[in-house]
């Protein structure tokens, strides 16, 4: 019903940026949520960043100052623009978003994305 879909990821060197972006499609009424979160190689999935429908954000401390998440509501699309990137940043990217579909039932239900791979490395 609904699907995430994430772009951007890659190979940057460490001081280097990347921007990533997800866009959501398909039974959407309203999106309340939207994140990014990421998982290391051997660590466990942790929260990146998240922004509300009204704009107000949250971060990870290892990433505050450095990051910065986006949305258009109007194209139900999230953005992370990644600054000054570390080594430790190196994981998998995932989007995710808590929906309110147009079928029934209508939720919110949490959706993740399939992934994108950032890797930085010199």
């Known amino acids: 019903q609904v699907q995430l879909v994430e772009s951007g990821g890659g190979l940057v060197q460490p001081g280097g940026s990347l921007r990533l972006s997800c866009a959501a499609s398909?039974?959407?009424?309203?999106?309340?949520?939207m994140g990014w979160y990421r998982r290391a190689p051997g660590k466990e999935r942790e929260l990146v960043a998240n922004?509300?429908?009204?704009?107000?954000?949250n971060y990870a401390d290892s990433v505050l100052g450095r990051f910065t998440i986006s949305r258009d509501n109007g194209k139900n699309t999230v953005y992370l623009q990644m600054n000054s990137l570390k080594p430790e940043d190196t994981a998998v990217y995932y989007c995710?978003?808590?929906?309110?579909?147009?079928?029934?039932?209508?939720?919110?239900?949490?959706?993740w994305g399939q992934g994108t791979q950032v890797t930085v490395s010199s």
């Open positions: 922004i509300i429908s009204g704009g107000t954000t």
């Open positions: 995710s978003a808590n929906v309110l579909t147009t079928t029934l039932p209508r939720g919110p239900f949490f959706y």
């Open positions: 398909g039974s959407i009424r309203s999106i309340n949520i």
